[in-house]
């Protein structure tokens, strides 16, 4: 039963419970002594303040205000330890006058209000105490929390660096690049040429893919255009590709690494797979105040399994890491022979904007 009760409780039973040590360890040292009215008006206090915490606790997570900026957030709680000060007081001094537990005669002879007052600022100074550990606790909580996303995060890039140079820097990869080269120098030199600093761009990208967390679009994109580029000379007209792309979303942040994967994916096991070949079309654009990215390919994913391997899952799992619930990956068929993977993230504005 014990092991059932929560931290927020054990912290709640052990906060009012030192509070109640301290309110006795003083009435007995420098008080009128512990008496029955004393411990009735000790019920009382911890009786109205545990419920009136909750009730603050409740209201600061139900609307999310452990996530708002600091000056969104303060003047909400202060009109919040206001109002609850004044309920704290006003009740806790009803229930004394009621139940016979006033601390001295003499105050019963000031106004009503007047004790309130003189209450309210003890209550304030309490629930204040009380919603600052509250904030500090949460606070280093969300910090450790960054430090472990950020560490994990941290890990899977180094575990992506190691497998996308396998994946992207494969030989199979390198070597049809080359014969296909080889092919073009005395027909096609400047192709050639080309094609040789098409290669060397994924190369360099690759290797520096440890680096960063995010790349802007654009950037991402150039490489993606390198390695579709080669990959036309292998397949020549068995191959087509097609980039809408809308030119404000050029500097949205994505992954490094992201859309070529799955370019390859389209590649590997779309296009490589049809007797005719077919397309791979990449498009970019704002929907619903979301950034999203759609790659699609002629072909079938029927629940594939080589659709399931590293490159999808690394993928779910960069976008979890990066963007938590704000982003999502999906992928599918679509009527006509068509694979659908779709990235939804979310928009970035720049300063400048």
Not at 184 to 206: F, G, K, M
Request: net charge neutral; aromatic share 12%; with cysteine.
């Amino acid at each position: 039963m014990i092991n059932r009760i929560s931290r927020y409780w054990w912290c709640q039973v052990c906060g009012w419970g030192g509070l109640s040590l301290m309110n006795i360890f003083f009435e007995y040292s420098y008080g009128d002594g512990v008496s029955a009215q004393f411990f009735g008006r000790l019920v009382i206090v911890l009786a109205l303040g545990v419920p009136i915490t909750h009730t603050m606790r409740s209201i600061i997570v139900n609307r999310n205000w452990l996530n708002l900026p600091f000056e969104k957030m303060i003047l909400r709680l202060f009109i919040m330890l206001v109002t609850a000060s004044f309920i704290y007081s006003f009740l806790s001094l009803r229930l004394f006058e009621w139940l016979n537990l006033s601390e001295l005669s003499a105050n019963r002879k000031k106004p009503f209000f007047d004790r309130v007052v003189f209450k309210f600022f003890d209550s304030f100074v309490v629930l204040m105490v009380w919603v600052l550990i509250y904030y500090i606790y949460h606070y280093f909580q969300k910090n450790k929390k960054q430090e472990v996303d950020t560490f994990r995060l941290q890990s899977l890039v180094k575990e992506l660096e190691l497998k996308t140079i396998k994946s992207h820097i494969n030989p199979h990869f390198i070597f049809n690049s080359l014969n296909s080269i080889r092919a073009l120098v005395d027909e096609n030199p400047e192709r050639a040429r080309q094609a040789i600093t098409e290669l060397s761009n994924i190369l360099r990208s690759s290797m520096q893919t440890e680096k960063m967390e995010t790349v802007p679009l654009e950037q991402e994109l150039n490489i993606v255009k390198d390695y579709l580029a080669l990959e036309q000379m292998r397949f020549e007209e068995r191959l087509k590709v097609r980039f809408d792309i809308d030119e404000d979303t050029l500097d949205q942040p994505i992954p490094p690494m992201l859309i070529q994967t799955l370019a390859e994916n389209a590649i590997k096991h779309g296009i490589s797979k049809q007797v005719n070949g077919g397309i791979v079309s990449i498009i970019s654009d704002f929907v619903d105040e979301h950034h999203e990215i759609i790659i699609r390919n002629s072909g079938k994913l029927n629940g594939s399994a080589a659709y399931r391997g590293f490159g999808l899952q690394s993928t779910q799992d960069r976008l979890n890491l990066l963007f938590g619930e704000k982003a999502t990956f999906t992928i599918k068929d679509l009527p006509g022979n068509i694979v659908e993977a779709k990235l939804i993230m979310p928009v970035y504005h720049s300063a400048g904007k």
